[in-house]
């Protein structure tokens, strides 16, 4: 089940996995190769909430991840019912633990880099799931948090 649920992420994360949080007002850091931008909480929340997109860091990560706005805003904004039980069994087994290392080899908190990267992650998706449901927009918000916030880096 939690590969399944897996496979539905990649369709969100993969423009979350061109990008790294960054400094608190600028959440998330867009490393293009060329140049890094950044992009702000509210507007990945507008983005979220209305399709509008008011940042050209993230209408370049969007028309770099290969599929469309609408599809990015659908990725990133679907939730899944998940066991929060479940869902930490698998972070903290093998596979979990591969699965988390794949994830984070283009995400990593600012600080910390990638020394935090695996924790920060595992920490953020377990957060989400607490209450039943899980999603990539959900995901990003608690590594905000979490990663600005000192608990996790």
């Known amino acids: 089940m939690f ?4 496979a539905g992420f990649l369709a969100g994360a993969s423009l979350a996995a061109l990008a790294a949080p960054a400094e ?3 959440p998330v850091r867009w490393n293009t190769g060329g140049a890094v931008w950044s992009t702000s909480l509210s507007a990945f929340k507008t983005f ?14 969007i028309n770099g991840s290969g599929w469309t706005a609408e599809e990015v805003q659908e990725g990133l904004s679907k ?3 998940v066991d929060v039980v479940g869902v930490s069994r698998f972070l903290y087994s093998d596979d979990g633990v591969k699965f988390l290392k794949d994830q984070t080899r283009s995400y990593f908190p600012y600080w910390k880099m990638k020394s935090t990267a695996v924790v920060a992650l595992r920490s953020a998706i377990i957060l989400d799931s607490v209450d039943g449901s899980l999603s990539s927009a959900g995901i990003m918000k608690f590594l905000h948090s979490s990663t600005h916030s000192g608990r996790i880096c």
């Open 3 to 6: 590969t399944r649920l897996a």
């Open 24 to 26: 608190a007002a600028t």
């Open 48 to 61: 979220l909430s209305s399709g509008e997109i008011t940042d050209r860091a993230l209408l370049a990560g």
């Open 79 to 81: 939730t899944y019912s």
